[in-house]
């Protein structure tokens, strides 16, 4: 396979792009500058290191080795979220509820694809899992962190509302129906959105990267709508868990709204 090999030039050159970004950034006194060049910077790293420990992987192709990665990757995903969300539980209920509810939503998907779609290859084979959990989880991420946010400030912001319904006998589930339903729509909509302007309005990064790499388009094209489906499935289940788990937090056994459970972030 015909592949066209970059170097560290071909890289830099591209992130001058970056460097004239900063420097708009700089004359329109936005004041992204900085934070341009950190996340920049913190890219590179990253995605650095990654390439090192999967070349590494790729290479053992131990299931624990396998396993531990897709823990820490659940792990910073979930730091991740809170950092998205306006309020919060106190405590550790926040980041365990959106950790837990991307650990589900992420895990369960990631072994259906490798079990099924790569049956013919081992379910902890890194160079299928990791890849697979990656653009799931990250998706997962986004989709709960932003029916988190949604939940809790509508939560807030309707609380009369809702404890009106609540003195009138409502359970806690109907009386938070409302709320919950905008946030699910909140997490959700994203990856609809994605799904529906995919191939029309833009061409996906992983087909792409597989065009350019060589592969047939066609080919490129039925890993993309794979993956597609598979993060719209994640995505659901990952907001419909945090909505679960959040709905139980925001209320107790006595059926009362619990916002003495939230804080808000400085």
Known sequence: MNYITLDYWDLASAAALLLIN?????????????????????????????????????????P????????AMVLFAGREAIARQERTFTGYWSYGIGTASM???????????VTTQFEARSWFDPRYAIPLLGMILGN??????????RLLSSAHAERIAIEARLALGAD???ALSSVSRQAM???????????????????????TGQILAGVEPVEAVKYQILIMFLIGGGTALGVFAAIQFASKRLT???????????????
């Open 172 to 174: 806690a589930r109907t």
């Open 103 to 113: 650990c589900v939503a992420a895990l369960i998907v990631t072994l259906y694809a």
């Open 64 to 71: 624990w080795l396998t396993i531990l990665v897709a823990l």
């Open 140 to 149: 997962t991420m986004n989709g709960v962190s932003l029916c988190l946010d």
């Open 185 to 207: 729509r909140a997490g959700m909509l994203p990856t609809v959105n994605a799904m529906a302007a995919t191939g029309l309005v833009s061409l996906p990064g992983m087909m």
């Open 252 to 266: 107790d056994a006595r059926h009362r709204l619990r916002l003495d459970r939230l804080t808000v972030k400085n």
């Open 22 to 62: 900063a420097g708009l950034s700089i004359v329109f006194q936005l004041g992204l500058a900085r934070r341009l060049v950190i996340a920049a910077a913190r890219m590179v790293v990253q995605l650095t290191m990654v390439g090192l420990v999967l070349k590494a992987l790729f290479a053992v192709q131990s």
